[in-house]
């Protein structure tokens, strides 16, 4: 009730009603960061545990975890998500354009933090056919719909406030997640995952909407990673197609 209160008292104060939302204190959300003794590898979970969060949320707002895990988004650009924001192409494939975020302080949407923010990205093909039904399901017919709705077909975008609640709930349904795993943990998923395809660092920022590059330097590992089994994967097809004597006498110093 006190969420629902918060937002009413802010539409009133944009719509002139009152002179401005009175101040209404609210649990403390849990950071998105961690303390600098943390393990980040600890934070990634794998596809089938996404899955199981996927399936936990209720099903209006079920996409939440698949933007934040395939598309990479952060919590505020997740809610500041707009119907126009998603591009459908001819050829089935889909774009998903960044443009602003929901303020946690505010309950408004402003603009991202940094000009890198602003991208647009690929959407996998493992969701557009959930984000196709997504949109008939729960979202308005305008283009400035909220993709993220409060209510089934609202004008009114799902709060930051709000999404932490349903988030803890389904957070302490799933077996088997690390301890206290954020909302957040879903997008460092998925750009490790990323990166283990071979994504460049360039291509990461790009991904994440990183500005500084020493924020993206926590996924070498995966490029590393992912440079050693193509290297793994090279010499063995190499390997296959040497002539083993000649293999030998090279390595034992042997005349041909």
């Not at 009730?1 to 918060?6: A, F």
């Not at 889909?94 to 990205?121: F, I, M």
């Not at 979202?139 to 975008?157: F, H, W, Y």
């Not at 460049?200 to 926590?218: K, N």
Request: net charge neutral; glycine share 6%.
């Amino acid at each position: 009730m006190l969420i629902v209160l918060m937002m009413i008292l802010r539409q009133a104060a944009r719509d002139g009603i009152i002179p401005s939302a009175p101040s209404v204190s609210i649990p403390r959300q849990e950071s998105v960061r961690h303390d600098a003794d943390h393990d980040e590898s600890e934070d990634i979970i794998t596809p089938k545990q996404v899955e199981a969060l996927y399936q936990a949320v209720p099903d209006q707002w079920a996409i939440m975890v698949q933007l934040a895990a395939w598309c990479q988004l952060r919590r505020g650009e997740c809610l500041g998500l707009q119907r126009r924001d998603a591009e459908w192409h001819d050829d089935g494939s889909a774009t998903l354009h960044v443009r602003r975020q929901l303020n946690a302080n505010t309950g408004d949407y402003t603009d991202l933090k940094s000009e890198a923010g602003k991208r647009s990205l690929s959407i996998p093909k493992l969701m557009t056919d959930r984000l196709k039904q997504h949109l008939k399901d729960h979202v308005a017919t305008e283009d400035k719909a909220p993709l993220i709705p409060a209510s089934i077909r609202g004008s009114m975008p799902l709060s930051n406030t709000r999404w932490g609640y349903i988030w803890a709930d389904v957070r302490d349904s799933v077996d088997g997640l690390p301890h206290r795993f954020r909302f957040h943990d879903l997008r460092h998923t998925g750009l490790t995952i990323f990166a283990q395809e071979g994504a460049t660092l360039a291509e990461l920022m790009r991904r994440g909407g990183h500005a500084d590059i020493h924020i993206v330097l926590r996924y070498q590992h995966a490029t590393m990673n992912r440079d050693r089994e193509l290297a793994d994967r090279m010499s063995a097809r190499v390997a296959a197609t040497l002539d083993p004597s000649l293999a030998r006498k090279k390595n034992t110093g042997e005349e041909s």
